[in-house]
């Protein structure tokens, strides 16, 4: 029996208990933002604090543990130490433990992106205290609690690749009120990338994320934990881009509808809980020959060449941008000769039900007709958590990923080595059904 089981037998099997906390995450200025890499200058301050969201859960059977944190992204090794410690801290299972990036493009990365993104060990390590901390608080302050789910279709985004093509509109809100009917937490998502605030922004901020959150604490008049888990955003953008202004008004707007699905949301105390991860190999594609890697690495190299010789041939954007093409493709040189080229990607998936309903999360950014088709193989009300478990990139149906495009052909360059397959998305779809059907 594990220390938290032991605890767990003064709990009412199949009742709520819930706590959450919420802490600030701020980076040294040092730290650059990351998530363009035409960024032209260093950060210049805070706009809006990061965060982290945690809520612990249990049903006298079983705890789980959501978790935000406000940064790009992070690698596979980070997400695997924060379910360590938390799965040893409180002694509960691993797969019980969903840490999730809000892919705020305002933010640090905690990636290497090879060898290119600088990183702060400190930070990193301060990061995982907070969080371990926070997780003790967490289920320290848990209390008898009810829950509400409700959703709602908004279309308040825009494909980027497309303009006729989709976008996932699912808008979930899950609330939780402990027995005195005090707000304990509010977790929501949307399928939108945090990219109101483009590259010209130097300023840390959570995005519309941010706003958002602002808003809901001031309709409630507290300072809540709020989670905001990003959908099925890879190819979805905000309308209105540029500015501190079109994030606070997407972030507004989110928060009107989620006021509105208060008004009518109703509560029960009654929930079981059930989580189920499973490891995923995703086949890929090797488009390249030795000779073309080669080709890569010499154009990359006179380019930065060039750049020594007259610096103002290229803007520091197009510098980072060549530095990051010639890091990748001497890696993918390396393991070419070695014969050491990956045949597969494997990727953390995970599903959680609360009561019937589903969640799913796993480390991809996925295309918006993917979620449409994982809701017609596994449930209408499945909510799709991207971004966690650490990172994997675009993930696209064959048919978005047979078109190509930045998602497809370029984006994996900076942090992996191949593209995935198009024929990626039927070994996806098939997992995550596996994890449902056994759930």
């Not at 008049?221 to 994030?247: H, K, M, Q, Y």
């Not at 597969?344 to 449409?372: C, K, M, V």
Request: contains cysteine.
């Amino acid at each position: 029996m594990t220390g938290w089981q032991a605890g767990a037998n003064f709990l009412i099997v199949g009742r709520l208990w819930a706590g959450a906390i919420k802490k600030e995450i701020n980076p040294p200025p040092s730290l650059p933002l990351a998530g363009y890499f035409e960024r032209p200058a260093e950060v210049r301050g805070l706009h809006d604090p990061l965060e982290l969201n945690l809520c612990w859960l249990e049903d006298g059977t079983m705890p789980l543990i959501f978790l935000t944190l406000d940064v790009l992204l992070f690698e596979n090794s980070f997400a695997e130490k924060i379910k360590e410690l938390l799965a040893d801290e409180l002694q509960i299972p691993a797969e019980s433990i969903l840490p999730s990036a809000t892919h705020t493009h305002s933010a640090p990365a905690i990636h290497d992106f090879h060898g290119l993104n600088p990183r702060d060990p400190e930070w990193e390590d301060m990061l995982l205290e907070i969080t371990v901390g926070a997780a003790r608080a967490a289920r320290s302050q848990a209390r008898r609690s009810s829950w509400g789910f409700k959703s709602q279709e908004l279309k308040l985004a825009q494909n980027r690749r497309r303009k006729d093509g989709p976008i996932d509109p699912f808008f979930p809100l899950l609330f939780i009120i402990d027995n005195r009917e005090n707000p304990v937490v509010l977790m929501s998502g949307y399928g939108c990338h945090p990219v109101c605030l483009d590259e010209k922004n130097l300023l840390i901020s959570a995005d519309y994320i941010g706003a958002f959150r602002e808003h809901i604490r001031k309709y409630l008049g507290l300072d809540l934990p709020i989670l905001f888990f990003i959908g099925t955003a890879g190819d979805v953008n905000p309308p209105e881009r540029g500015s501190f202004e079109a994030a606070r008004k997407l972030g507004q707007e989110l928060a009107e509808a989620t006021a509105s699905l208060l008004k009518g949301i109703s509560f029960s105390g009654e929930i079981r809980l059930g989580a189920l991860e499973k490891k995923v190999d995703l086949p890929l594609s090797r488009p390249f020959s030795l000779e073309e890697i080669r080709k890569i690495i010499l154009e990359n190299e006179l380019k930065l060449d060039q750049v020594k010789k007259k610096p103002s041939l290229l803007d520091p954007s197009e510098k980072k941008l060549a530095e990051a093409h010639l890091a990748w493709a001497k890696d993918l040189e390396v393991c070419f000769l070695s014969g050491k080229l990956p045949a597969t990607l494997t990727a953390t998936l995970a599903g959680y039900r609360l009561n019937d309903l589903p969640i799913f999360s796993h480390p991809f950014e996925l295309l918006a007709q993917l979620g449409h088709k994982l809701r017609q193989k596994i449930s209408p009300a499945l909510w799709v958590v991207s971004c966690s478990h650490g990172y994997a990139g675009y993930l696209a149906d064959e048919e978005e990923a047979l078109a190509g495009g930045y998602e497809i052909e370029e984006s994996y360059r900076y942090h992996s080595l191949l593209p995935l397959s198009p024929q990626a998305e039927k070994t996806f779809i098939e997992a995550a059904s596996h994890i449902f059907e056994n759930l």
